[in-house]
């Protein structure tokens, strides 16, 4: 008597890691050239950001303690409000008005600027196509921002905050924080795309399932 032998219908189209791979190294020209596109027009981007300058100052403002419990603190409020102040019309006045001889309008000024808080660091961001421009904006930012910072956030009848500039304005460059991490991840994402688009194809024009009764 002949002994029947059951199949399992989704044993017989599985496909292992192998056959995978092998779909892939046969279709390896679409696995390097999507990361290799993805990159360069990375890179064409980051090369053509606008240049940007930085300056970094610590803020103290008086009743400031090492303290972290209450976020009530009026001098934790003055501080979560610096960089909204750093955008605004009113410090961009300021900023203008310590520059000479130059074409700016305060809205040009006030588009250049934007800023960033950790813990009492104020990181003020200067960035425009024309890096004549950030450079001296930059440099005027920072001459106003000690008497900026206490005429528009600090109250009259009270206590000056300290303001001292940690990092005086960068060289205007088009290099940002994270570019490197920006390309790898794009290269992985890339090659992660292509390695599905090349399994794709392969399953579309038999290849993958050529490969697994070649397995067998």
Same mark, same amino acid.
């Given at each position: 008597?002949? &002994?029947?032998?059951?199949?399992?219908?989704?044993?017989?189209?599985?496909? !292992?890691?192998?056959?995978?791979? !092998?779909?892939?190294?046969?279709?390896?020209?679409?696995?390097?050239?999507?990361? #290799?596109?993805? %990159?360069?027009?990375?890179?064409?981007?980051?090369?053509?950001?606008?240049?940007?300058?930085?300056?970094?100052?610590?803020?103290?403002?008086?009743?400031?303690?090492?303290?972290?419990?209450?976020? +009530?603190?009026?001098?934790?409020?003055?501080?979560?409000?610096?960089?909204?102040?750093?955008?605004?019309? *009113?410090?961009?006045?300021? $900023?203008?008005?310590?520059? +000479?001889? %130059?074409?700016?309008?305060?809205?040009? $000024? &006030?588009?250049?600027?934007?800023?960033?808080?950790?813990?009492? $660091?104020?990181?003020?961001? %200067?960035?425009?196509?024309?890096? &004549?421009?950030?450079? +001296?904006? *930059?440099?005027?930012?920072?001459?106003?921002?000690?008497? !900026?910072?206490?005429?528009?956030?600090?109250?009259?009848?009270?206590?000056?905050?300290?303001?001292?500039?940690?990092?005086?304005?960068?060289?205007?460059?088009?290099?940002?924080?994270?570019?490197?991490? &920006?390309?790898?991840?794009? *290269?992985? #994402?890339?090659?992660?795309?292509?390695?599905?688009?090349?399994?794709?194809?392969?399953?579309?024009?038999?290849? $993958?399932?050529?490969?697994?009764? +070649?397995?067998?």
């Amino acid at each position: 008597m002949r &002994q029947q032998v059951l199949t399992d219908p989704l044993a017989e189209h599985s496909i !292992s890691m192998g056959q995978l791979m !092998s779909v892939i190294r046969r279709r390896w020209w679409i696995v390097l050239l999507l990361p #290799l596109v993805a %990159v360069t027009a990375t890179l064409l981007f980051q090369r053509n950001e606008p240049y940007q300058s930085t300056v970094r100052a610590t803020v103290l403002i008086p009743g400031d303690t090492e303290d972290p419990g209450s976020s +009530e603190r009026p001098e934790l409020m003055v501080l979560d409000d610096l960089p909204p102040f750093i955008r605004s019309h *009113a410090f961009a006045s300021d $900023v203008l008005a310590a520059m +000479e001889g %130059v074409s700016l309008t305060v809205d040009q $000024v &006030q588009s250049a600027l934007d800023a960033s808080r950790y813990s009492r $660091v104020l990181t003020v961001y %200067v960035t425009s196509e024309n890096d &004549q421009e950030v450079e +001296e904006i *930059a440099a005027a930012a920072e001459s106003v921002l000690p008497d !900026s910072i206490n005429s528009y956030l600090m109250p009259d009848d009270g206590g000056l905050a300290t303001v001292r500039v940690i990092d005086p304005p960068s060289t205007p460059s088009r290099d940002r924080d994270g570019h490197w991490l &920006q390309l790898l991840i794009t *290269a992985a #994402l890339g090659v992660l795309i292509g390695a599905l688009i090349a399994i794709a194809v392969g399953s579309r024009d038999g290849t $993958v399932a050529q490969s697994s009764t +070649e397995a067998k």
